[in-house]
């Protein structure tokens, strides 16, 4: 009977340590299972992170082709009302609108205007006839 209480209690250790091999294993395979999502689950973000700078360095590269095209475009605008400017300011352009649609002529004949006072024309005359009467005395 000794030897079957042994016997029991050595079929009872090995039981309990079997089962706690297996509640181990079990144990381990969860931490495994743990391990492999948490490694997908940075994968998957460091793939996310460089779609995403690659769809941001797209992104910048379309607008600058927008403000590169547009920069053309506003250039040669400015280049065609340059051009417009000095055609329109031209000297021969202008002369020709005063004769034709100003009826401009030409100054034949000069007459100047004096736009002195009565008082001050006289006092300016007498300076200048004072003033050549000391060049001729000299």
Do not use: H
Not at 51 to 58: H, L, P, R
Not at 76 to 83: C, S, T, Y
Not at 111 to 135: F, K
């Amino acid at each position: 009977m000794i030897k079957l209480a042994v016997d029991r209690e050595d079929n009872n250790d090995i039981a309990l340590k079997r089962q706690l091999s297996i509640k181990k294993i079990s144990q381990s395979k969860k931490n495994v299972v743990f391990f492999y999502i948490l490694i997908a689950v940075l994968l998957c973000t460091m793939v996310l992170a460089y779609v995403w700078s690659f769809v941001k360095m797209v992104e910048i590269r379309v607008g600058l082709n927008k403000l590169s095209d547009e920069y053309k475009n506003v250039s040669k605008e400015r280049d065609n009302l340059m051009a417009e400017r000095a055609k329109l300011s031209a000297m021969n352009r202008i002369e020709q609108i005063a004769r034709s649609q100003l009826m401009m002529n030409l100054p034949t004949q000069v007459e100047y205007v004096s736009l002195l006072q009565p008082q001050q024309q006289a006092t300016a005359e007498s300076s200048i006839v004072s003033g050549r009467a000391s060049d001729i005395t000299k």
